[in-house]
């Protein structure tokens, strides 16, 4: 055997070796990369969801799941629109100018939302995380006071909510309520999690 057969030998075994190797690092790091991206589930989670609201009579509520976390869809009743001046003095942040949550301009008013007559929020209270519960009935209850004008309970500290979902004053709850980017699609349909300007 002549040197250039032993090292023709050696180059056949050395390339045969590192493409075997290569490949094995490729099938290796093919499934590894894979895991970093989002799953079916993890893409729908973070969708857009659209809500047909003919169905909503004024005074009632339906909640939808976006993102993980319950939305709010409220038709308020005319009677229920004009609380919303009696409360205005009564809340923390009556403009929704504080940014942890960042209020969309177009329900940066005094019922927060694009239209008098809905409400679109997070049903997630600002202090720990727990979810309010409806108080609409006007009037004296326990825990709240006498001239209550319908909103929110959160029953975890106490803190309330008017019916924008505006936090009252001297509560817990460091913010009002999160009101996520939506439009309208129709009078009937509504899509949370975009808007127009996203």
């Known amino acids: ?96 100018d504080r940014k942890a949550y960042p209020t969309p301009a177009y329900a940066k008013n005094q019922h927060r939302s694009i239209k008098p007559e809905f409400f679109v929020g997070v049903g997630i209270c600002s202090h720990l995380g727990c979810s309010p519960s409806d108080k609409f009935v006007t009037g004296a209850q326990p825990s709240l006071p006498d001239d209550w004008n319908g909103g929110f309970l959160c029953p975890c500290h106490g803190s309330t909510f008017d019916l924008a979902g505006r936090v009252f004053k001297n509560k817990p709850a460091p913010d009002n309520l999160e009101v996520p980017p939506h439009m309208y699609l129709s009078d009937t349909r509504i899509l949370i999690g975009e808007d127009k300007k996203a």
């Open 1 to 96: 055997m002549s040197d250039s057969s032993v090292d023709s030998s050696k180059r056949t075994w050395l390339i045969a070796s590192t493409c075997a190797g290569a490949a094995g690092g490729v099938a290796v790091a093919v499934p590894f990369v894979s895991t970093f991206a989002p799953s079916e589930r993890a893409k729908a989670a973070g969708a857009a969801v659209e809500v047909d609201i003919s169905g909503i009579k004024p005074g009632e509520k339906v909640t939808v799941e976006w993102r993980g976390k319950p939305v709010w869809i409220i038709r308020r009743t005319p009677e229920q629109v004009q609380t919303l001046k009696k409360t205005e003095g009564q809340v923390a942040d009556p403009n929704s």
